[in-house]
């Protein structure tokens, strides 16, 4: 079974991002990307085309997909995936919450930066009116004229694994655990912020089944964990404006990050990780630079970056 999707320019970026960690071999004629998750095989095209094919199909497609676009995908008969936003109560949108997100997961160079926003009711409007409803769709420069104003008026908490950081973590615990981690610190810390008031809900853009999220959390033997009146949805960003504000503050830090890592390398440091991150890692090797201060040096990036040194 299989369903394609016509997506942005900015969604095809982040959705190879996502995928980059996957990505298999040979790609067919106008593919950017292929990537294996799973049972599921991703293909993205230059033309905005993206396709999902086996096991899960739908599910993966759920990811970047809005519900009304789902419906209009699945096929008549088959399975049929758990729609965005399915467990999220009517009027959630007008509520006061405290939402999380992260970025930076696919990327070879820079760090995994996860960011948490609590919107109370009564700044609702005025965090509408900065545009931020849509934050998937915005470009870098307008975030960061936008994540100024988030961090002087709303609680937030941003925790920021940098290269090294992360690979110290990596080798005990998975990207999503340390995701988990990450989204659990961040939560806990604006809580303290803004005790005693309580949020009337916690959205955490979701990267796991929530069972499989607490079991990290769990495992890593955090304290303490944040699980009252937490909500998990893909695309949080369309159910409540604190993920779209979280999304923002991430992606700004990340960005940041990058600019002093590629000061420090004396070159861009790109991000994603296709082939540019391949030679660009050549390029610090031959230069005699560790790219564990750099780069996720899991990925597979790392041994391809060696067979490139001159």
């Known amino acids: 079974m299989q369903t394609v999707i016509q997506v942005t320019s900015i969604q095809l970026k982040k959705i190879a991002a996502y995928y980059a960690s996957s990505v298999t071999g040979q790609k067919p004629a106008g593919a950017i990307f292929v990537a294996k998750k799973g049972a599921t095989t991703i293909t993205g095209y230059r033309s905005g085309k993206v396709m999902f094919q086996g096991a899960n199909y739908d599910k993966e497609a ?67 009116q900065l545009g931020i409803a849509d934050s998937k769709t915005l470009t870098d420069d307008k975030m960061r004229q936008i994540a100024p104003e988030i961090i002087a008026n709303l609680p937030h908490h941003v925790v920021n694994l940098m290269p090294e950081k992360y690979n110290q973590m990596q080798p005990t615990n998975n990207v999503n655990q ?35 999220y607490y079991k990290y959390l769990n495992q890593a033997q955090q304290s303490p964990i944040v699980k009252d009146n937490v909500y998990f949805t893909t695309k949080g960003e369309q159910y409540h404006l604190s993920v779209a504000a979280a999304s923002i503050l991430a992606r700004v830090v990340e960005l940041d990050s990058i600019a002093k890592l590629s000061q420090e390398a004396g070159l861009q440091l790109p991000i994603g990780a296709g082939h540019q991150a391949d030679e660009v890692a050549a390029t610090l090797l031959d230069r005699g630079l560790d790219l564990n201060h750099f780069a996720k040096v899991h990925f597979a990036n790392t041994q391809k970056a060696q067979k490139l040194r001159r």
Do not use: C
């Open 62 to 128: 759920a990811r970047w997909q809005s519900p009304t676009q789902q419906q209009a995908s699945r096929p008549a008969t088959g399975k049929q995936s758990a729609t965005p936003g399915v467990n999220i109560p009517q009027g959630f949108a007008d509520w006061s919450v405290l939402g999380s997100d992260e970025v930076g997961a696919g990327a070879y160079f820079g760090p995994l930066t996860t960011a948490a926003v609590f919107v109370p009711k009564a700044q609702l409007a005025w965090v509408r």
């Open 178 to 212: 340390m995701k988990a981690i990450s989204h659990n610190f961040v939560l806990g810390q604006v809580l303290s912020k803004i005790a005693p008031i309580t949020p009337d809900a916690i959205l955490i853009d979701q990267f796991a089944q929530a069972s499989t």
